[in-house]
Every structure is written in structure tokens, then in C-alpha cells.
Nanobody
Framework: QVQLVESGGGLVQAGESLRLSCAASGITFTVFGMSWYRQAPGKQRELVATILSGGFSNYADSVKGRFTISRDNAKNMVELQMNNLKPEDTAVYYC?????????WGQGTQVTVTS
């Protein structure tokens, strides 16, 4: 059974940092591309950052320079370090694993940034 379990969300003030984690099980983690998405109330889910199996990463323009995605293949884990958070970063953050025709989502973790 595939499971992606996010953690690390919370309530912070603008300018502060959070580190999200996603623990994966039931998949061959090393071959999967891992991504973080977010969905704010009333908005569509959007891609935040992706890290491929080989380590290449890519970011949405809105988070470049503030967020860093990383993966630990030994621990089957992907993380998102979020610095200098802004109120517009408030959303539910989801972890996604993708490989060819296979994709899996986590349940999400809430991040709320107050001004």
C-alpha cells in the first residue's frame, strides 16, 4: 500500500520559516519524481517545487530563492524548506510522487502565514 505522509505545517508569522516533510512508503522511492503542490482556499492546486530522481529541481517563480526542495533516498523522504514566508504562501501543501503512469498524493498539511 502506497502512503505519502506530510508533516511540518503550522501557523507562523510573515518572514519566518517552516520545513515540511513527506515520508513515502510502498513505492520504489528512488525512481519517483517528488513534488510539492499547494492549494489556497478558492484557488486551483499549483505546483510549488519538483525534484527528479536524479536530483534536478525546479521551482515556481513565486517561491524561487525562498523555498528549497530536497530528497533523502535512504530515508524515502522529501522535504521543503520554506524561508521568508509570506501571507500568500498560506495553503494546504501536498506531496506528490510520480513515475511514468503512476502518481500518488499525500493528505496535505496546512501552512498558515499571518502578516
Amino acid at each position: 500500500q502506497v502512503q505519502l505522509v506530510e508533516s511540518g505545517g503550522g501557523l507562523v508569522q510573515a518572514g519566518e520559516s517552516l520545513r515540511l516533510s513527506c515520508a513515502a512508503s510502498g513505492i520504489t522511492f528512488t525512481v519517483f519524481g517528488m513534488s510539492w503542490y499547494r492549494q489556497a482556499p478558492g484557488k486551483q492546486r499549483e505546483l510549488v517545487a519538483t525534484i527528479l530522481s536524479g536530483g534536478f529541481s525546479n521551482y515556481a517563480d513565486s517561491v524561487k530563492g525562498r523555498f528549497t526542495i530536497s530528497r533523502d533516498n535512504a530515508k524515502n523522504m522529501v522535504e521543503l524548506q520554506m524561508n521568508n514566508l509570506k501571507p500568500e504562501d498560506t495553503a494546504v501543501y501536498y506531496c506528490k510522487a510520480e513515475f511514468r503512469l503512476y502518481s500518488y498524493w499525500g493528505q496535505g498539511t496546512q501552512v498558515t502565514v499571518t502578516s
